[in-house]
């Protein structure tokens, strides 16, 4: 753990207000200092020019670095915009890398940076803290599943770091033998999303993305669960379903009670499994049924393993695993999981 006293001591920059502020307070005391800027954007350029009135020949300004082709080559007519390999070759005149870029790209930057001539550089960059759920890859993934549910009138599903879980949990099991499967599907918006992210990785073909669900809402109740039988009556329907993910060929629809339906599905492994079922009786059924389908590093995932109205979930969960070998563990999404060995 990093004392809180380093994390907020001077040298950390929090945001690029900040960055700006204490490259001016530098450049005043250090001119002349030969800078390149990485990230040909409005900051960059806004910070140039307010620079070059207030600190006159004390700045200079060497180049501005980008990873994207612009139809600009030059910023001022004398700041050349050059790429990273031209960067690499042109290094001896700067000193000084200033990143004027508070994005996830930023890792990416840093990396390119960590490993080239740049790193002998002195670096100036914010010290951002990362948050999985802007991430790139992620964020493109989820915005288009969103866009795509709210116009279909899904505005119900899961949080997205339930989604973020599946996100990597999809893409640690794709190598694996086995379908993936969830159970508990409402609404279908996290059935969209887990479809999206494995056509988008491209998993094998063979790999099937199977859903299970009564569509009449939950079963009878146990003495530990709070949810009424009937609840969540409001999802969709199994034609809908199929409807809101015709885009994909890899998802096949089981309808019915779960005892039923798995029993009939033919499936023979699995490689993750999504459990959001609510009560004691389903999530110990599938415990005691999917387990030994599960591949050896397959994944199962109990969505609501943590939360004070679906105590039945855990209790389940609990009861079945503590003799087993496999830990039950707490994901980012505070959801459980366990890795099958």
Same mark, same amino acid.
């Given at each position: 753990m990093i004392p809180e006293d380093i994390l907020k001591a001077d040298h950390c920059i929090h945001d690029l207000d900040e960055l700006t502020l204490k490259l001016h307070n530098f450049l005043t005391n250090n001119p002349g200092k030969p800078i390149a800027?990485?990230?040909?954007?409005y900051q960059t350029k806004k910070l140039i020019l307010d620079f070059k009135k207030m600190l006159g020949?004390?700045?200079? =300004? &060497?180049?501005?670095? /980008?990873n994207f082709l612009h139809n600009e080559n030059c910023f001022l007519d004398h700041i050349p915009v050059i790429s990273f390999k031209e960067a690499q070759a042109n290094h001896e005149y700067f000193d000084l890398i200033v990143v004027m870029v508070d994005s996830p790209s930023l890792f990416t930057i840093l990396e390119q940076i960590s490993e080239s001539a740049l790193s002998k550089k002195e670096l100036w960059t914010i010290h951002r803290d990362t948050n999985p759920l802007t991430e790139v890859e992620f964020r493109s993934l989820c915005k288009k599943a969103q866009s795509f549910l709210v116009q279909q009138g899904v505005v119900w599903y899961t949080t997205e770091e339930n989604w973020y879980s599946c996100y990597q949990f999809l893409k640690e099991v794709a190598p694996l033998e086995g379908h993936v499967a969830e159970f508990g599907v409402f609404q279908g918006g996290s059935a969209y999303f887990m479809a999206s992210v494995m056509e988008h990785i491209k998993? /094998?073909?063979?790999?099937?993305?199977?859903?299970?669900?009564?569509?009449?809402?939950? =079963?009878?109740k146990n003495s530990v669960d709070y949810f009424e039988k009937g609840s969540f009556r409001s999802g969709i329907g199994p034609e809908q379903l199929?409807?809101?993910?015709? #885009?994909?060929?890899?998802? #096949?629809?089981? #309808?019915?009670?779960?005892k039923d339906t798995l029993e009939n599905s033919g499936i023979e492994?699995?490689?993750?499994?999504?459990? /959001?079922c609510d009560q004691y009786a389903p999530t110990k059924y599938l415990c005691e049924h999917l387990y030994e389908k599960m591949v050896p590093g397959g994944i199962m995932m109990f969505q609501d393993?943590?939360?004070?109205? &679906?105590?039945? #979930?855990?209790?389940?969960v609990d009861s079945f695993f503590k003799d087993k070998r496999e830990s039950v563990l707490f994901g980012y999404d505070k959801a459980a999981f366990i890795i099958k060995h």
């Open positions: 800027f990485w990230g040909y954007t020949s004390k700045f200079l =300004p &060497t180049y501005i670095i /980008d998993v /094998d073909q063979k790999k099937k993305l199977l859903l299970f669900d009564s569509f009449s809402g939950l =079963p009878d199929k409807h809101l993910l015709s #885009e994909f060929n890899q998802v #096949e629809i089981f #309808e019915g009670a779960f492994k699995l490689s993750l499994a999504h459990i /959001d393993y943590s939360l004070g109205i &679906t105590y039945g #979930e855990r209790i389940a």
